[in-house]
């Protein structure tokens, strides 16, 4: 992955006194699920909202395949989709209406939209409601008529603003298969998430921001790893060990921390998947016998409260 779809440059976004977006800088690669992680306020919608041109920015700009949100909002239209957080759509009575007129306004055929329509409608349970009112429909499915945009549009950029907030989790499944599907077709994905679950399950890479500052960028496993001592890695042993092998061993496998009782040794170190191989070799070279080995990773949840700052003020294990 290299090409850069969107840039986002030196992007700020005041509303008065409130800076939503505080000089966010960010690469979003071709063909990447991108997700933007972070707590209620930080600004992901107003980021993504200026991604599609609705919001101007205060200062900076986003370049979608090097056209300017602010110079190319007319070009940048036809490269992005949407679908929103809160979607409005009260100027039409149904979805099956609704999702007909955004099929013909990107480009559909009335055959091809009706046949894309149906299919689609199918795979996210909607077609029965397809002659309801908007007004009568539940949040959980207004939000997958406003998903299924998306699906119909097959846009480059494709957004999706905390799409399965309100999915039950059968149906959160679903969203995630076939954002990945849109993905793999060759759109370039992001995501706005406060759901740690969602971001870990469906993005490529990461950003956590917090009151629109960009506090970490990376793959789930990258940010994982950049918590110091974040892995643990239990050894169950036979025999009792020696101080002068815990000693090597706290060196050997630069642990931040290590306990040891009852026969279990428990450490806290960093990239614990090549700290168990080391800690395994100095034990049986010493001839102690490890009869179990386990890893825990951190959640995402722990990454972002790391990052936040939340979890650090809650004295977390280091
Ligand atoms: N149109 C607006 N007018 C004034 N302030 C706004 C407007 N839109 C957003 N804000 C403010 O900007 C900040 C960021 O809001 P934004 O909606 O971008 O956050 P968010 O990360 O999407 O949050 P959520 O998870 O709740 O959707 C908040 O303080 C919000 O109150
Ligand atoms: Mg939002």
Redesign the pocket.
């Known amino acids: 992955m290299s090409n850069v779809a969107v840039k986002i440059i030196n992007l700020v976004k005041k509303?008065?006194n409130?800076t939503?977006?505080n000089n966010l800088n960010l690469d979003i690669y071709e063909g990447e699920i991108f997700g933007l992680l972070?707590?209620?306020?930080?600004?992901?919608?107003?980021?993504l909202l200026i991604i599609t041109t609705v919001y101007k920015p205060t200062s900076g700009d986003v370049e979608i395949y090097g056209y300017s949100v602010t110079r190319h909002g007319d070009i940048v239209r036809r490269l992005v989709g949407i679908a929103f957080?809160e979607p409005k759509a009260l100027w039409v009575d149904n979805p099956y209406e609704l999702l007909l007129w955004h099929a013909m306004v990107v480009g559909y055929s009335v055959i091809g939209a009706r046949r894309v329509i149906r299919d689609i409608m199918e795979e996210l349970d909607l077609w029965e409601h397809r002659g309801k009112f908007i007004s009568e429909l539940s949040g959980g499915t207004r939000k997958k008529v406003e998903i299924a945009k998306l699906f119909i549009q097959k846009p480059k950029i494709a957004i999706f603003?905390?799409p399965t907030a309100q999915l039950d989790v059968t149906t959160k499944h679903r969203v995630w298969d076939k954002i990945k599907a849109l993905r793999d077709e060759g759109s370039t994905i992001i995501v706005?998430t406060?759901d740690m679950l969602e971001a870990e399950r469906l993005a490529d890479r990461i950003a956590i921001?917090h009151k629109?500052t960009l506090k970490a960028l990376g793959t789930p496993s990258e940010l994982k790893d950049r918590i110091p001592g974040g892995d643990i890695i239990e050894l169950r042993v036979d025999n009792r060990i020696p101080d002068g092998i815990v000693k090597s061993l706290i060196e050997a496998i630069e642990a931040r921390k290590l306990d040891y009782s009852d026969g279990v040794i428990r450490a806290y170190v960093n990239r614990g998947e090549e700290k168990i191989a080391i800690a395994i070799d100095i034990l049986s070279r010493n001839n102690i016998k490890v009869r179990s080995v386990s890893l825990k990773e951190p959640t995402l949840d722990d990454v972002f409260f790391y990052f936040t700052g939340a979890r650090l003020e809650e004295g977390r294990i280091q």
Request: proline fraction near 5%; charged fraction near 15%.
């Open positions: 509303f008065g409130v939503a977006v972070g707590p209620n306020g930080s600004g992901k919608t107003t980021t957080q603003d905390e706005a406060n921001i629109g």
